[in-house]
């Protein structure tokens, strides 16, 4: 065990978040144990218990740590275009799926359908969505809330379309971002008085399906 340390209650509960998200990273849920974090974290049991009383405690804070993270790190910058912000976005999240791909499948679906988990996946996708909804220019409020649903439901499309990936990988990291922006982009072009990304697919991509 490593030596143990005298840390603020605050820093020790980013102490204990940062190691178990490693954990969390490399393991599979069943496999993470509450006294190995404790060990990793130098600390004794019982007090790995006063911050978070459970795994699922300590795995619902990782992954909203993981969730905030990610909002900071999607950069919606207002002189990018359309397909740049998405391209980012993708890129960002992907990032972490991979390097975290036992969480990602733990939350998706070994805790599938926990209303704490669901809920930090909710929030995020929400304020997504709501960072999306401003970056096309829309007609009317009418405009707005059709936009807003084909947001809503290709956020899901994506979170499902990852997890499959992360599962299967049956194609490479690229055509699954691509597949991901041009997916909003054919279903976002009706919606439009103008066209969000003329030049897209990038020429040499096939159109075949």
């Given at each position: 065990m490593p030596s143990r340390q005298r840390l603020?209650?605050?820093?020790r509960r980013a102490q204990l978040l940062a190691v178990g998200a490693r954990l969390f990273a490399a393991r599979p849920y069943e496999d993470v144990l509450m006294e190995?974090?404790?060990e990793k974290a130098g600390v004794s049991r019982a007090l790995l218990y006063r911050h978070f009383p459970s795994k699922?405690?300590?795995?619902?804070?990782v992954y909203q740590q993981a969730a905030d993270q990610l909002l900071a790190e999607t950069r919606l910058d207002p002189a990018d275009?359309?397909?740049?912000q998405l391209i980012q976005g993708m890129d960002v999240h992907l990032d972490y799926f991979v390097a975290n791909r036992n969480a990602v499948l733990a939350a998706n679906r070994v805790l599938a359908g926990d209303p704490v988990i669901q809920t930090i996946m909710t929030n995020e996708l929400d304020a997504l969505r709501a960072r999306l909804l401003a970056v096309p220019p829309l007609a009317d409020e009418s405009a707005r809330e059709a936009v807003s649903g084909v947001l809503k439901s290709w956020l899901v499309f994506v979170q499902v379309l990852c997890v499959d990936w992360l599962a299967h990988e049956t194609c490479t990291r690229g055509e699954l971002r691509d597949v991901c922006v041009g997916a909003v982009l054919g279903a976002l072009r009706p919606l439009l008085a103008h066209d969000p990304a003329p030049d897209w697919p990038p020429r040499g991509h096939g159109t075949g399906v």
């Open positions: 603020t209650p605050a820093a190995e974090v404790a699922h405690a300590l795995f619902a804070a275009s359309l397909v740049e």
